[in-house]
């Protein structure tokens, strides 16, 4: 059992990750065929850095991706302290309700947010609604969830006594929620941030239907080229935004660790 559990689990790997090493062989490659090696080379990275219009649009998604982060980590963080707050079925429904964005389908979402904004300029009266705002507030909403899922069980883990005794202790509420609260929280809130940043930065079906022709992010370029034809560039920038993933998803695992290591310390203490 212990040999087919085995054999799965690298069947598993192979699958996720040898598409993304023959995409990092290929953007070192000399030659255009994927099939032979020529030679290394940088000549690929290069190019990318002096395309004036792929660096432009690096900016718009890094500041579209930031930007949606941080308004949907704060958000979702207040969201998850009020719904902390409530009592046991509401909690449940809200709960939910929170969790379907989730699962739905990004095309769904995408579609539903297009028609929202269409109907908005419509109302507005304008024929070009669709642009940076719409954009952002779309990452915001589809963030939203991730952060609140990932702030949610650090209240689960905290004392439920912890805000009435700082309380009992001469501290306002807000006080209380700043220096004892959201301590307990932050990795959460960490992981949350962390997390909306990876989904925003790659994110393409939603962006698609939300950009507009104003407001272009890399993976809807990247998609636009290569139906056309691959370039040398695109696997690129493709293996540059697959190494910020991981090491964006690296560091949320490294607080995630040191935080349990730290529960179980505190736990050894207390007993």
């Known amino acids: 059992m212990k040999h087919v559990n085995r054999t799965i689990t ?25 099939a032979s090696f020529k030679g290394f080379t940088l000549r690929q ?3 990318l850095f002096r395309d004036g219009t792929l660096l432009t649009l690096l900016r718009n998604s890094v500041i579209i991706a ?3 982060t941080l308004i949907s980590t704060i958000v979702g963080t207040m969201a998850a302290v009020g719904i902390h707050g409530m009592k ?3 909690r449940s429904a809200v709960m939910t309700m929170t969790n379907i964005p989730m699962t739905n389908p ?9 028609l929202l904004f269409a109907f908005a300029g419509t109302v507005l ?11 952002l ?20 883990q905290m004392d ?13 509420p807000f006080t209380a929620l700043r220096k004892v609260i959201l301590p307990e929280i932050m990795p959460g809130v960490v992981s949350g941030f962390l997390m909306s940043f990876t989904f925003s930065l790659d994110d393409f079906v939603i962006s698609y239907f939300t950009s507009g022709s104003t407001s272009q992010t890399l993976p809807i370029t990247i998609y636009s080229m290569t139906r056309r034809k691959i370039s040398p560039e695109i696997n690129a920038l493709s293996t540059l935004i697959f190494v910020v993933v991981v090491i964006v998803l690296v560091v949320k695992h490294i607080i995630e660790t040191k935080q349990e290591q730290r529960n179980r310390a505190n736990g050894g203490d207390e007993e």
């Open 10 to 34: 690298i069947l598993v790997f192979i699958f996720l990750y040898v598409p993304m090493i023959v995409l990092a062989v290929a953007s070192f490659n000399t030659g255009t065929d994927i």
């Open 45 to 47: 990275y290069a190019n």
């Open 66 to 68: 930031l930007l949606a």
């Open 88 to 90: 046991g079925r509401l």
């Open 106 to 114: 990004d095309i769904v979402t995408g579609v539903a947010l297009a």
């Open 125 to 135: 009266k304008t024929n070009s609604v669709l642009g940076f705002w719409t954009l």
């Open 137 to 156: 507030i779309a990452h915001i909403t589809f963030n939203l969830p991730y952060v609140i899922l990932n702030v949610m069980p650090k209240f689960r």
């Open 160 to 172: 439920p006594n912890l805000f009435e005794a700082a309380q009992d202790l001469g501290c306002s």
